[in-house]
């Protein structure tokens, strides 16, 4: 979805007790990040849900740190926003990066069929990310923490 047509939404409500979330957040851009994560609060505030933050160096250890998070046990947490960005710089290292961070949670997502809501942006410019961090319809972490409550309804439902 891009950025231009993203819906307005309410938070979507969730069956049984308040969802416990945990956020795992690479703030290496803290003004982008920030406003990523505020985005997301106002939707878990909405929804009712119980939230942790914590913080990994950079995006490329987020997916090690759900990893970790996921180990401790299925039922600490109902699910998992990861929140960070990449920008483009003059060497490959942007290619490496994203695809490592995107295959690495998607391998778990898979795995575990973990409620995951990923709010990693990937851009070419400082001004694109924060853009997509301003406080507005347009706040990707807002999107991601929309994704992880419709996935925390769903195990739900489902009874996992």
Same mark, same amino acid.
């Given at each position: 979805?891009?950025?231009?047509?993203?819906?307005?939404?309410?938070?979507?409500?969730?069956?049984?007790?308040?969802?416990?979330?945990?956020?795992? $957040? =690479?703030?290496?851009?803290? &003004?982008? %990040?920030? !406003?990523? +994560?505020?985005?997301?609060? +106002? %939707?878990?505030?909405?929804?009712? /849900?119980?939230? $942790?933050?914590?913080?990994?160096? !950079? #995006?490329?250890?987020?997916? =090690? =740190?759900? +990893?970790?998070?996921?180990? &401790? !046990?299925?039922?600490?947490?109902?699910?998992?926003?990861?929140?960070?960005?990449?920008?483009?710089?003059?060497?490959?290292?942007?290619?490496?990066?994203?695809?490592?961070?995107?295959?690495?949670?998607?391998?778990?997502?898979?795995?575990?069929?973990?409620?995951?809501?990923? !709010?990693?942006?990937?851009?070419?410019?400082? $001004? &694109?990310?924060?853009?997509? /961090?301003?406080?507005?319809?347009?706040?990707?972490?807002?999107?991601?923490?929309?994704?992880?409550? #419709? &996935?925390?309804?769903?195990?739900?439902?489902?009874?996992?």
């Amino acid at each position: 979805m891009s950025t231009i047509d993203a819906p307005e939404r309410a938070a979507q409500p969730i069956p049984g007790p308040a969802p416990r979330l945990l956020t795992i $957040q =690479a703030p290496y851009y803290d &003004q982008v %990040v920030g !406003g990523m +994560r505020r985005g997301a609060e +106002r %939707v878990f505030a909405e929804a009712g /849900a119980l939230h $942790q933050t914590v913080d990994v160096a !950079g #995006g490329y250890e987020l997916p =090690a =740190a759900l +990893r970790m998070a996921l180990s &401790q !046990g299925a039922e600490r947490y109902d699910g998992f926003l990861l929140l960070g960005a990449v920008v483009k710089g003059e060497t490959d290292h942007y290619t490496f990066i994203c695809d490592a961070i995107c295959n690495g949670v998607m391998q778990i997502s898979a795995e575990t069929g973990a409620a995951i809501g990923f !709010g990693l942006l990937t851009v070419d410019t400082l $001004q &694109q990310a924060l853009a997509r /961090a301003a406080d507005d319809k347009h706040n990707k972490g807002a999107e991601a923490a929309h994704a992880l409550l #419709g &996935q925390v309804a769903l195990r739900r439902r489902w009874g996992l």
